[in-house]
């Protein structure tokens, strides 16, 4: 997929990471140019604010049904670009149509003017508040889910009444153009979705544009740099920078189920998830069980180009040199490959690696792996499990297996989000919010609280009877006070 390069002189390819083939060709948009992208952008957006909830809410299900009509065109490129094979692409573009409903159905409900109680002393007068779009917001998005990460912002910023600008990761721009092609077709009045292409400088001038807010998922590191060139202009971001989630496991969970669960959050997209699972802490008396179901499920499981491959390539180049790193600490410091190892890891595709017995200060435990690898280890209780798992900067997502006590220790667990008996399942669950804290960021995206990331909220206090009390005014009385000071001991006095 090849875009025409008329409106800057520098261009960049986008490759095939199986193969190393050019895909794309795409502009490295100047800061210039991204600053006219911006102004085009605040024309938009007073157009798309204008327009009703349920106006936008039919053109952003209309946006979903060409998704769904043209989801294999879609995967292709999410294929060509990240190297995730077909199936897994799908999926992605597929889970990302839940929320575009979901956004599309309940932004009047959620945003929309509400009354709120005006309380005793403000008795005569009405008081409601609305939440209204930001105007202009700059989404910078990720390689591993180019699809459903961004729309998780991009989706609820116009259901909102946001215009939004949108720069895709240097690696999947051509994911990036076919979205924002096929929001054209459903919008083609104003340039409510635009595109801008190009590395860290064309993002950082998104930063400095004036937009209302960026919405940025990433690496923690890049999020900094992210959140320095937005401060010059106090404009407000959504960081989403990455996690070490872990997955425990009580004494009485579904082994084959938090097997499974384990194995696919782990290796899955390449262990490419910020909410993938890289560590595991299971209950001493399940341990040697979980090693051999885990075991037996990894070792099929292979990453290659081909059809029959159940994952992908390494989408960025340097990413099998940070696993390798990551394997090389653990081995040297004690711990043991039972599946994989160093051998694994080749120049473009890497093989599941499970490791055991890995001290906890190992980098292969405190950093983002972002490969096919686990580390498993032996707990005594729950409460060394839970101990272990909040022992982290990161704190973003994180799994229960327990069958009586999920939701208490879900309760326990430092994190952002937590699926209990089951793996990822509140990404895929629209009015949950999503986001973490710590290095894992802050700001949410899905869910009511995604929505009003994306707005401000407008408090309106009118006079609807004449004055009871004159209370803003040098006019107001000596009995006013005196009814002010009765009224407050008669609600407040007990307390």
């Not at 986008?14 to 085009?40: C, F, I, M, R, W």
Request: aromatic content about 6%.
């Amino acid at each position: 997929m090849t875009t025409t390069a008329d409106v800057s002189t520098e261009t960049f390819d986008s490759l095939d990471p199986a193969t190393g083939d050019v895909v794309g060709t795409y502009p490295v948009n100047t800061a210039e140019q991204v600053d006219e992208t911006v102004e085009k952008a605040r024309v938009a957006a007073e157009w798309w604010s204008g327009l009703t909830y349920d106006e936008r809410g039919q053109r952003l299900r209309a946006f979903a049904g060409v998704i769904a009509r043209r989801m294999a065109q879609l995967a292709d490129v999410i294929h060509l670009e990240t190297g995730k094979p077909h199936s897994d692409a799908q999926l992605e573009a597929a889970l990302a149509l839940d929320h575009i409903a979901w956004a599309s159905k309940n932004s009047k409900k959620v945003l929309g003017r509400k009354s709120v109680s005006s309380g005793l002393i403000m008795s005569d007068h009405s008081a409601s508040v609305e939440y209204l779009p930001l105007g202009v917001i700059g989404v910078i998005g990720p390689w591993n889910y180019p699809v459903f990460t961004p729309l998780g912002s991009i989706t609820y910023a116009l259901a909102a009444g946001n215009a939004v600008v949108f720069k895709p990761s240097e690696y999947t721009p051509g994911v990036g153009a076919w979205l924002v092609n096929a929001f054209a077709q459903v919008v083609p009045e104003a340039p409510v979705l635009q595109l801008i292409t190009g590395f860290g400088a064309t993002g950082e001038a998104l930063c400095r544009s004036g937009v209302n807010k960026i919405a940025f998922t990433g690496s923690a590191a890049t999020g900094r740099r992210v959140m320095h060139a937005c401060a010059d202009t106090l404009t407000p971001v959504i960081i989403e920078g990455g996690g070490k989630d872990a997955l425990i496991v009580d004494a009485d969970a579904d082994i084959k189920k938090a097997a499974d669960a384990a194995v696919w959050g782990g290796l899955a997209n390449a262990g490419q998830t910020c909410v993938g699972v890289e560590r595991v802490y299971v209950h001493q008396d399940v341990y040697d069980e979980f090693i051999t179901a885990v075991t037996e499920l990894a070792e099929p499981i292979r990453a290659g180009g081909d059809a029959d491959a159940k994952i992908g390539a390494m989408t960025m180049p340097s990413q099998p040199d940070v696993v390798r790193r990551h394997i090389t600490d653990a081995l040297e410091r004690g711990g043991r490959a039972i599946l994989g190892g160093l051998g694994s890891v080749g120049e473009r595709f890497v093989q599941p690696t499970i490791l055991v017995d890995v001290p906890e200060d190992s980098i292969a435990n405190t950093e983002e792996t972002f490969g096919p690898t686990l580390t498993i280890a032996k707990v005594r209780d729950m409460d060394e499990a839970v101990k272990l798992t909040n022992n982290s900067k990161y704190a973003l997502g994180s799994t229960v297996f327990s069958k009586k006590r999920g939701k208490e220790l879900a309760h326990r667990i430092r994190s952002g989000m937590t699926a209990v008996n089951s793996v990822i399942s509140f990404a895929a669950i629209p009015s949950l919010p999503f986001g973490g804290i710590g290095d894992s960021g802050f700001g949410r995206i899905h869910g009511a609280d995604g929505l009003r990331e994306f707005t401000y909220a407008k408090a309106v206090a009118s006079r609807r009877m004449p004055g009871l009390m004159n209370l803003t005014s040098f006019g107001r009385t000596a009995s006013n006070d005196k009814a002010v000071i009765t009224l407050a001991n008669v609600l407040h006095g007990r307390g």
